[in-house]
Structure formats: structure tokens, C-alpha cells
């Protein structure tokens, strides 16, 4: 039932590097696309979301880039830090309410 | 500072209890969600409510049912609990609009289930 695959499962980088996470979907109908960032003991909280009409959308490190013919998006984080180590979920916005569908979710490691 | 708050951070009950989840908000939030967050399988839609005394079904609400009586709270209630509903569960609000794929999450309540 799952409409939104996210991969890896898990990822590591060394501080500075470049952060790739990756999401799929299949249903046509979502209308945003979110990211969450979640810290260990913490719920998840909005980072960063792109609408589908556009290819690409930066705020400060993080940029999503958006494929709408191929139903992929993903999340590139720049100058990887320490203090990015989390669990990133990827999300999609249902068009005719406000339900989200998240992926399975990255748990990212920077080593320092 | 828009602020979720779930009754309980850690849960032990055990089999066949009557367990109750209960979550506020203070931002006047329409919509509001309970999820379940489990390794590997991302967060999961139990149950969602679009106003008061209103509430639909997600994508696993077997086991669960949800009780809506004033805008800022949302309960989650486990008629008889079962080992598979050890979990991590996790409330959301957020307003309905251009707005609504912001969803404010509280801290979570582990629940274990022996």
C-alpha cells in the first residue's frame, strides 16, 4: 500500500560531503511534496517542500530537485554537518485533502 | 511557536488492556493525525480528523479507534492491546489550505506491549 519509496535505508558521509536521498511515487494525485527531519527523542518537523510545477527548490544546504515525468524527487544536502544526523522522511501531499503519505525513511550519519 | 503535546512519553501495558493516547494542540488546528512509527516502515496513518466529533480512517486502523469531543484534542484508544501494537506513536496537527503539508508533530509516546 505504500505509494512513496524512499532509499537507502541508510546512509553515512563524512562531514562536508554531499547527502543524497532519494523518493519515488506512483499515485498521480499528490499536490506537495515535503521533507521532514526527525532528531533522535523528537517528532519529525518540516524542512523543506516543493510543489509539483517546479524542478527545483534550495533553502540554504538543502535543495530538492523534482522529476515529475519520471514520479521521483529527491533531497541533497550540502556540506554535510554532524548536527544533520537524523532520520529524513520523505512525504507527498494528497490533492484533495491534507492527508501525507511518508516514505520509509533515511537514517543519515555524518561523521565528522 | 505552534505546540503538539502527547499525554505520555513512555507507555507499559500489557495484553488485552484498554490504552489510551491522548494528544493536544494549542494553534487552533483543524486537521489533526495519529501515526505509527515503526523502523523501516516510515510513519503510518492510523487515523485522521478534518473538525471536531469528525474522524476518518487511515491506512491501519485495525485495532484503534479515535475519539474527537474539542478542536485541540485528539485521543487514540487501543480497545485490547496486543505485542503488535508495541510501537512508537506520534500526533500531528495542521490547518487546512496551502498550507496543510506542514504537519506539527508532538514528541511521541512509546508504547510497549507485554
Known amino acids: 500500500q505504500q505509494q512513496v519509496k524512499q532509499s537507502p535505508q541508510s546512509l553515512i558521509v563524512q562531514k562536508g560531503g554531499i547527502s543524497i536521498i532519494n523518493c519515488a511515487y506512483e499515485n498521480t494525485a499528490f499536490d506537495y511534496f515535503p521533507w521532514y527531519q526527525q532528531f533522535p527523542g523528537k517528532g519529525p518537523a518540516l524542512l523543506i517542500a516543493i510543489r509539483p510545477d517546479v524542478s527545483e527548490k534550495k533553502e540554504g544546504r538543502f535543495t530538492i530537485s523534482f522529476n515529475k515525468s519520471a514520479k521521483q524527487f529527491s533531497l541533497h544536502i550540502m556540506d554535510s554537518q554532524p548536527g544533520d544526523s537524523a532520520t529524513y522522511f520523505c512525504a507527498a501531499l494528497e490533492t484533495s485533502g491534507s492527508r501525507l503519505t511518508f516514505g520509509e525513511g533515511t537514517q543519515l550519519t555524518v561523521n565528522p | 511557536d505552534v505546540k503538539v503535546t502527547q499525554s505520555s512519553r513512555y507507555l507499559v501495558k500489557r495484553t488485552g488492556e484498554k490504552v489510551f493516547l491522548e494528544c493536544v494542540q494549542d494553534m487552533d488546528h483543524e486537521n489533526m493525525f495519529w501515526y505509527r512509527q515503526d523502523p523501516g516502515l516510515g510513519l503510518r496513518l492510523i487515523y485522521f480528523?478534518?473538525?471536531?466529533?469528525?474522524?476518518e480512517k487511515g491506512d491501519i486502523p485495525e485495532g484503534y479507534s479515535v475519539s474527537r469531543e474539542k478542536k485541540e484534542r485528539f485521543s487514540l484508544i487501543l480497545e485490547s492491546a496486543s505485542t503488535n501494537q508495541t510501537s512508537m506513536y506520534l500526533c500531528a496537527s495542521s490547518l487546512p489550505g496551502a498550507t496543510r503539508y506542514e504537519q506539527y508533530f508532538g514528541p511521541g509516546t512509546r508504547l510497549t506491549v507485554t
Open positions: 480528523s478534518y473538525d471536531v466529533k469528525m474522524k
